[in-house]
Nanobody, 116 residues
Framework: QVQLVESGGGLVQAGGSLRLSCAVS????????MGWYRQAPGKQRELVAQ???????NYADSVKGRFTISRDNAKNTMYLQMNSLKPEDTAVYYC??????????WGKGTLVTVSS
């Protein structure tokens, strides 16, 4: 069984920074990619950033240059460094892992609130 646990969310003023963490436990066979998604009130869940098994990254246009996704394989942890936060970044942020046989696994989410 795979478990994903997010942490690091909270309340921050516009222009501030937060770092989200996603601790991954369990066996993942044939990892395809890992990523962060977010869902704001009344909106659909959207991809924020993704990192492939090979280490390639891609970002939503709205966060390019401000957010950085990374992972520490030794710690089985993925991170999202968020800088220059804006009120429109307010959302619940979800950790996602996609693997060959399991498909998508999700964390329960962590709330990020950016005040203006």
């Amino acid at each position: 069984q795979v478990q994903l646990v997010e942490s690091g969310g909270g309340l921050v003023q516009a222009g501030g920074s937060l770092r989200l963490s996603c601790a991954v436990s369990g066996s993942i066979f044939r990892l395809n990619h890992m990523g962060w998604y977010r869902q704001a009130p009344g909106k659909q869940r959207e991809l924020v950033a993704q990192i492939t098994n090979a280490g390639s990254t891609n970002y939503a246009d709205s966060v390019k240059g401000r957010f950085t996704i990374s992972r520490d394989n030794a710690k089985n942890t993925m991170y999202l460094q968020m800088n220059s936060l804006k009120p429109e970044d307010t959302a619940v942020y979800y950790c996602n892992v996609n693997s060959l046989f399991r498909g998508d696994d999700w964390g329960k989410g962590t709330l990020v609130t950016v005040s203006s």
